[in-house]
């Protein structure tokens, strides 16, 4: 299982924030390049960067993504706000090597298909931000979906990875949802990396010891709850 650090970045600045409240975000005294640089020296393969200018409608953070991706010895996944075939190439064209694309590039008639032919399937992750298994695309009726059937129409785009974050336990370290994330895994036939909530090295391994493609980890590891390396050693086989 692959172990994906968190660094998301709001005006240049290291912060937390769980995306269904923006006024919780806590700010870290980290340099994105210098947090990214650190992991990747502790052993890191991946490097997770979402970028919450885009997220939140204030601008977006491109160059120092860009910048990011050319300097550390890792590899980037980065995503945040990305919604259309147009947006996902975009990023990449910053050098990243995964571009994460919200659930609402659906939306759209043939629009995760449009994704993954400008991009690559394999360059793709589908991110579902659900709660109790459904994703809000947009308001009203008809604007909520089933994740499952997101990620098996993302599987038949060519589109194999699914970033699955539990909104009810986001930024608050209260346990990830490894059985559930694990049932997606297998009723869509698509890769799952877990996102939001995972606050103890149980947790990763229960993950691992699951099948589970990948965990993401932010705010235990900024907060100290475990170091980078113990994680890596939980998320490796036994």
């Not at 970033?163 to 997606?184: C, I, K, P």
């Not at 900024?222 to 890596?232: H, K, M, N, Q, V």
Request: net charge neutral; with cysteine; charged share 25%.
């Amino acid at each position: 299982m692959d172990l994906y650090p968190a660094i998301d970045i709001r005006a240049g600045r290291v912060v937390r924030v769980r995306r269904d409240d923006p006024a919780s975000a806590v700010v870290y005294p980290h340099d994105p390049l210098e947090l990214a640089a650190r992991y990747a020296r502790e052993g890191a393969r991946w490097v997770h960067v979402v970028d919450l200018d885009r997220v939140f409608g204030s601008g977006e953070a491109g160059a120092l993504v860009a910048e990011l991706a050319r300097r550390v010895p890792a590899r980037v996944q980065a995503g945040g706000g990305v919604t259309t075939a147009q947006a996902a190439a975009e990023v990449l064209s910053h050098g990243v090597a995964r571009v994460i694309v919200h659930a609402r590039a659906a939306l759209a008639p043939g629009g995760l298909a449009a994704v993954a032919r400008a991009c690559g399937g394999e360059r793709v992750a589908l991110a579902l931000d659900a709660r109790d298994g459904v994703v809000e695309l947009e308001a009203g009726p008809g604007g909520r979906r089933p994740a499952v059937d997101l990620a098996r129409e993302a599987a038949g785009a060519g589109i194999r990875t699914v970033v699955l974050t539990d909104l009810s336990r986001e930024g608050r370290m209260g346990g990830a949802d490894a059985d559930g994330a694990a049932s997606l895994a297998r009723g869509a036939g698509v890769d799952v990396i877990v996102s939001g909530g995972v606050g103890s090295l149980a947790e990763l391994e229960a993950m691992r010891d699951a099948g589970l493609s990948g965990a993401i980890v932010g705010r235990a590891l900024l907060d100290g709850r475990f170091t980078l390396s113990e994680a890596l050693a939980c998320s490796s086989s036994p």
